[in-house]
């Protein structure tokens, strides 16, 4: 295609093409990617996790959690699982995207495919991928594009997601943000000059996954007007199908009667997850459609070698060669039924169990306070949590080098107080007398004392426990001692991310009740001797809340700082939230229902 007719092209011409793609593809695209799902939902993901689990437990890791995973990652176990189970889920995931790449470029011929032949084009090229560089191409499927997160991908592994407590403090420092920009920026770019990668190896037969790599390169800086056309295109089509939507439901909602009947309600809850569900259908193969167009387009078809064979992508048989077809093939047909409805049984039980039950009471608890009225960890921040409403407030709890509890979250000063200083050579008068700033506030360190006097009988606090590694061997007992001194075991519960430090704490008092923090583990909680679980938001499933409820302990989740997600929690049925918007979440919860527990606990 030469300069002038690309310049002369029709207005949205990527969405027409891709629109003339689906004439003939769109059936298979999503009985394809239905089937597909409800596999990865019924056996693939359940086989990986029975593999992986059973693994943990051979190598004395059931229970780990935290930075117990980082030890078994590092040990042959760890090496073990990789092998294992790396090269599985990579194949699982190549299947489903060649798949869709066959199915985009015969619908490009004017084609409909027959499903069971390209399935079949597809696995009989699984065994070629142990010559095509398998590092390179797991590194891509397996990181690199569930990375880029932009709402498509495999079902398998959809994305993978920075947990949001390692972003929030990467975005409290300028290098810190600096890094995370970086960080994706690079990961972008990577996806961009791999963007034609997976086509090149499908459709191609290639060999080489790093020569895909340098072909997708040079074909990525060829088409990258087009690319930056095509992003643009459909961000206007998806703004617009967004729009007409809300006017829709807005027209729906205004024609309809105040009051509902309960059945009525459920419906429309019900058309608008079915279309957000058809949505997370078509996005993948939507992609795909444009990628394998613009790869068509740039690099020409003479390349293409698909050696077919006796790869019938033709429809339109007779009812007699059907009937043929089936008796020959009875046995596989029952199979292959009986196996589509174990993954439907199977995928219907996982969406069941994504409804929770809504808690009545609904605990709000202020991430090391109110950072909207003072600085984190201070009591300006504190008395901010308790007009928010907030019903309890975390905060943080590091010795000095004078054995003093101070109320603060760092090691070191330099983010707060600019002061490359740490905790630990510091007595607390010397701690207090360094001022703190952040978001226009300043403040200094309390003391766990200070903390303990000025919110007694006003609002419940969990104080977390932290380690810097210098302390002394008197750190829980002289806790304690302080909690008992104030008479407030009834109004304070204890947390830390140290599971030894919480066993040690409930020995030493029995009273005071323990939560432990998890940011990763693949445990079940029944595993962990605690009274109550934080866990961090990524790992939150309903899975994980049943399981919860089945030992009768709380869950709470960190740190949610959207209203939405607030509310999505509150929905899923965990106890409550730890959050730096108390105010927001109160308010958002509020709307389903939920009512504050400071009063109902504290009364």
């Not at 259908?281 to 006796?310: C, D, N, Q, W």
């Not at 994504?354 to 991430?367: N, R």
């Not at 002289?478 to 030894?500: C, G, K, P």
Request: net charge neutral.
């Amino acid at each position: 295609m030469n300069t002038l007719n690309l310049r002369t092209r029709r207005p949205f011409q990527m969405i027409r093409g891709v629109l003339q793609v689906w004439k003939y593809a769109y059936r298979p695209f999503l009985l394809f990617e239905l089937f597909y799902k409800l596999m990865t939902i019924g056996l693939f993901i359940p086989f990986v996790s029975i593999v992986f689990n059973k693994i943990l437990e051979i190598g004395g890791f059931g229970a780990a959690a935290n930075h117990d995973l980082l030890r078994f990652a590092l040990s042959r176990y760890g090496l073990l699982s990789l092998v294992l189970l790396a090269p599985v889920a990579m194949m699982l995931i190549y299947t489903e995207l060649a798949v869709l790449i066959y199915i985009a470029y015969y619908g490009m011929q004017g084609q409909t495919v027959r499903l069971r032949a390209v399935v079949l084009k597809a696995l009989s090229r699984l065994p070629g991928l142990w010559r095509i560089g398998i590092f390179g191409l797991a590194l891509y499927l397996l990181l690199l594009f569930p990375l880029l997160n932009t709402g498509f991908g495999s079902s398998l592994l959809p994305n993978v997601t920075i947990p949001n407590f390692i972003t929030g403090e990467l975005m409290k420092t300028s290098t810190g943000t600096a890094a995370f920009v970086l960080f994706f920026t690079i990961v972008a770019i990577l996806n961009l000059l791999c963007i034609y990668a997976l086509p090149i190896l499908v459709l191609e037969d290639s060999n080489r996954f790093w020569r895909a790599f340098a072909k997708s390169a040079r074909l990525f800086w060829k088409s990258k007007w087009s690319i930056l056309r095509a992003v643009g295109e459909w961000v206007l089509a998806f703004v617009l199908i967004v729009a007409v939507f809300i006017a829709l439901i807005a027209a729906v909602i205004a024609v309809l009667p105040e009051s509902l009947p309960e059945t009525a309600i459920v419906t429309v809850g019900f058309v608008i997850s079915f279309g957000v569900y058809v949505m997370t259908l078509v996005m993948t193969p939507l992609f795909i459609t444009v990628v394998t167009r613009l790869y068509v387009r740039y690099a020409g078809k003479k390349h293409i070698s698909l050696h077919s064979g006796e790869l019938d992508i033709t429809e339109g048989h007779t009812r007699a060669e059907r009937r043929l077809f089936a008796s020959q093939h009875r046995p596989k047909l029952a199979l292959f039924g009986l196996m589509m409805l174990i993954a439907v049984g199977w995928g219907v039980t996982a969406l069941l169990t994504d409804w929770g039950e809504a808690k009545d009471e609904f605990v709000i608890i202020a991430h090391r306070g109110n950072v909207n009225t003072g600085v984190e960890n201070t009591l300006d921040a504190f008395e901010g949590a308790v007009e928010a409403g907030a019903d309890y407030i975390e905060l943080d709890i590091l010795q000095t080098k004078d054995r003093k509890l101070a109320v603060i979250h760092d090691h070191n000063l330099k983010r707060l107080a600019r002061h490359n200083v740490n905790v630990y050579d510091l007595t607390l008068a010397e701690l207090q007398d360094i001022p703190l700033f952040q978001n226009g506030y300043a403040g200094r360190v309390p003391s766990l004392d200070e903390v303990l006097d000025a919110m007694k009988g006003r609002i419940r606090l969990n104080l977390e426990l932290k380690t810097h590694g210098y302390e002394t061997p008197d750190y829980v007992s002289s806790f304690i001692d302080t909690i008992r001194r104030h008479q407030a075991e009834n109004e304070v519960v204890v947390s830390s991310l140290e599971y030894d430090l919480l066993q040690e704490v409930k020995e030493k008092a029995p009273e005071l009740k323990v939560g432990y923090i998890i940011y990763a583990t693949f445990a079940p909680l029944n595993r962990f001797d605690a009274d109550f679980f934080v866990v961090e938001e990524a790992f939150v499933t309903a899975r994980l809340v049943a399981s919860a409820k089945l030992i009768g302990k709380p869950l709470y989740v960190w740190t949610i700082n959207d209203p939405e997600r607030a509310a999505h929690f509150y929905s899923l049925g965990v106890d409550g939230i730890i959050t730096d918007i108390p105010k927001e979440a109160r308010e958002a919860v509020k709307e389903l229902g939920g009512d504050p527990v400071f009063l109902l606990e504290l009364e």
